[in-house]
Structures are given as C-alpha cells and as structure tokens.
C-alpha cells in the first residue's frame, strides 16, 4: 500500500512570495489533515478536511493561507505572502476516520522563508 | 485554550535504562493517540487508547490513558538506541478538535 504522498520536499522563497505544497493521501482514506511544525515543537493542525468538506480550520491564518481539496482525494496549501514565521516542516496526513482512528504522515515540506 | 503538554521534554538515557513520558491535557480527551518521530522524519503511529483508564503493552511499550481522560504515559522498559526520537501524545477534544502535545524527545546512550 502506497504511503501519504508531498511535494515539493523542500522550498526556499523570499517573504512575500507565494507557495504551494501538494498532498495525496493513502487509498480509501477519507480524511485529510495539514500541519505546521516548528523546529523543536509538535505539530499544530491547521486544517481537516472529511472527503471535501472542511472540518476544522480554525487554527488557519486565513488571511494567507489557504487549502482545498476538491475532488475528495489530494489536496494543496498555500501560503500567500509568505512571512519568516511560516518558516517550518509543513505535514500532510491522512486516516480512514476523523479524529478517532490513526494518522498517517507523509514525509513533509521543509519550508524555508528568506 | 486547549493545552497539551507533555513532560520531561528531554531525556537522556542509558541503554538499558527505562524511560517515561507524561501528557497531561487541559481538557478532556476523547482518545489519545501517541506517535514516535524519528529525526529527521515523521510522526509514526504507535498506539491509540479510548477508554478509561485503559493499558495496552506493545513489547517493551506500555502506555496508560488516565481515569479521568486527561492524561496518558508511555513507558519504555530496559530502551534500545532505536528508541531514540520525539515521542508525542495526541488527541481530539470533545469538539473533535485535534491537538498534540508537546513532546518528550529521548536520547538513549549506547
């Protein structure tokens, strides 16, 4: 079975600019998730998607960020403009379920704000 | 707001030794999950526990989820170097918001 799937791995932009992180989750995984991590800190939720809909995101700083998943299946964040602090490794996992059953990550987005 | 914080956040042991993490949450939780991240990569589910005051041993991992459903600890019996890594607890509150904790990272000395 294919694991979570993200690209790119890495991506250095100037602040200001704009990015776009890409996500397919496993197979028959209905739930979506996106994370920001900090260096040295555990994963914050930024949104959860169930198939299309979105089912959290209120830990999303809606005024640069932004996600959708339109067909139900990959997904894609992006920030727009980028600040220094968006600097971090930017998660994308999946499970069968919401916040009842596992999560599994893909490898992540190492973001690098200048 | 809701709070996840785990304790200690490092710890350096001997091969050998054991080793325990606390996650103490500000509110209620309906499950608590625990993850293991490696450096360098992701989190990887260990274990999810529901009711209270549940135990449940994967080997030399024994996790506990409190009676009160606010805490959990992970105990790791006589550790290896490949249980080198940040060790997370995580969970939805009763409004099916997710967080997760803080981290413990442990380092194991050969």
């Known amino acids: 079975e294919a694991g979570v799937a993200q690209s790119p791995r890495y991506k250095i932009i100037e602040k200001r600019q704009s990015v776009a992180f890409w996500c397919n989750p496993i197979?028959?995984?209905?739930?979506l998730y996106w994370y920001q991590q900090i260096l040295g800190q555990g994963p914050k939720l930024l949104i959860q998607?169930?198939?299309?809909?979105?089912?959290?995101d209120s830990q999303l700083p809606k005024d640069r960020f932004s996600a959708e998943r339109l067909k139900g299946v990959d997904s894609t964040l992006k920030i727009q403009p980028a600040k220094l602090e968006d600097s971090a490794v930017y998660l994308c996992?999946?499970?069968?379920?919401?916040?009842?059953?596992?999560?599994?990550f893909g490898p992540g987005t190492r973001l690098t704000v200048t | 707001g809701q709070q996840v914080m785990q304790i200690p956040q490092y710890q350096h042991v001997q091969e050998g030794e054991d080793f325990t993490t606390y996650c103490n949450s500000s509110?209620?939780?309906?499950?608590i999950q625990w993850y293991k991240q490696r450096p360098g990569g992701h989190p990887v589910f260990l274990i999810q526990?529901?009711?209270?005051?549940e135990v449940k041993k994967q080997k030399r991992l024994t996790f506990q989820f409190g009676e009160a459903k606010k805490n959990s600890s992970l105990h790791i019996t006589a550790t290896q170097t490949t249980d080198v890594g940040t060790y997370f607890c995580?969970?939805?509150?009763?409004?099916?918001?997710?967080?997760f904790g803080s981290g413990t990272k442990l380092n194991v000395k050969p």
């Open positions: 998607f169930q198939n299309n809909g979105v089912v959290d």
């Open positions: 526990l529901v009711k209270s005051g």
């Open positions: 197979s028959g995984h209905a739930t």
């Open positions: 995580a969970g939805p509150d009763n409004f099916n918001k997710f967080y």
């Open positions: 509110t209620t939780l309906s499950n």
């Open positions: 996992a999946s499970s069968l379920g919401g916040g009842y059953r596992a999560q599994y």
